[in-house]
């Protein structure tokens, strides 16, 4: 007698982890509809799922939790290529679903736009939507992006702004911007802006401060959306949008700490976006992602 279960193995899940299931649904978003430079985002959540098979399951601080125990895979949304509109409300159903089932879900994109549907479905489901954290090189606060369209990769925290009222907008580790769109975010009464080089700048311990500070002085949900080109493309290649001068993993993980270890449960929504494999020479942005969800998840346990 053969034991199928162990010599029979399914589709790869992220890190292996059992389907959902029980746990944080990890919600794989392919959308790719609005590029404006490099293509091949819609590539991540499989190029990720095959690879994290490969890696030790170690987050980089030890919490004394089982980080992966009690994550499980979702699947990807299924999307039309190219129809923007019709994709915003396929992930915006999806997400709204998993929030009313598990109360939390981690997305993994996929173009960050998909954080506008996240954005939607959070305040559906919540009735308040609270407090926007947006991790970026990028403000992606354009008006329209190409010129004539108004909802991109490039505008969606203007609609954001718009379409769902954050009561607080949380901008950090931005360095390469129109100057009309850091006008529009500087002249939000709402938002809070800490460019790269003021990050670069703070202790472990004044970040904490400051973010405790904010995080406490507004209640509701909290939408924590991570675009990886926030971080330097020495180390994060793998994007649509490389800017020079970014943050190291250590700053990056001083920012999910500060956020994640004070947000705690209010940390409804965690987007990981713009991870593009056909853009990552080598996949040499590879180790770094798949230790990226590794220690968001070792937080949210
Ligand atoms: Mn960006």
């Not at 929030?99 to 559906?124: C, D, F, K, P």
């Not at 004539?148 to 769902?164: C, K, M, N, P, Y």
């Not at 970014?246 to 705690?264: K, M, S, T």
Request: hydrophobic share 45%; proline share 6%.
């Amino acid at each position: 007698m053969v034991d199928l279960e162990f010599y029979v193995s399914g589709v790869a899940t992220f890190f292996g982890i059992p389907r959902c299931g029980s746990g944080i649904p990890i919600l794989g978003v392919p959308m790719e509809d609005t590029v404006s430079f490099r293509p091949g985002t819609r590539f991540a959540p499989s190029v990720i799922r095959q690879w994290s098979q490969y890696f030790e399951f170690t987050p980089s601080i030890d919490l004394g939790v089982d980080a992966l125990g009690k994550a499980c895979d979702l699947g990807d949304v299924s999307l039309l290529q190219g129809l923007v509109d019709m994709n915003i409300r396929r992930i915006e159903s999806v997400v709204s679903e998993a929030l009313s089932r598990w109360g939390r879900v981690v997305n993994i994109g996929g173009e960050h736009t998909l954080s506008l549907a996240a954005a939607r479905a959070l305040r559906a489901s919540q009735g308040s939507y609270g407090i926007y954290v947006h991790v970026d090189a990028h403000f992606d606060s354009r008006t329209e992006w190409p010129i004539g369209q108004s909802l991109s990769h490039a505008t969606f925290v203007r609609r954001i702004i718009e379409d769902v009222g954050p009561e607080l907008l949380l901008f950090l580790g931005p360095r390469s911007y129109d100057p009309e769109e850091l006008t529009f975010v500087r002249d939000l009464n709402n938002s809070v802006i800490l460019m790269t080089r003021d990050l670069k700048l703070m202790s472990r311990y004044e970040l904490r401060l400051l973010v405790r500070e904010l995080l406490d002085s507004y209640s509701g949900p909290i939408h924590l959306s991570i675009d990886v080109d926030v971080l330097d493309p020495s180390i994060m290649p793998g994007v649509g949008n490389p800017e020079a001068f970014g943050l190291n993993y250590g700053e990056l993980l001083r920012i999910i700490e500060a956020v994640l270890d004070h947000g705690g449960s209010r940390v409804k929504v965690l987007d990981i976006v713009e991870y593009s494999p056909p853009n990552d020479p080598g996949l040499a942005s590879l180790p770094v992602i798949v230790r990226l969800i590794l220690d968001v998840l070792n937080y949210m346990a």
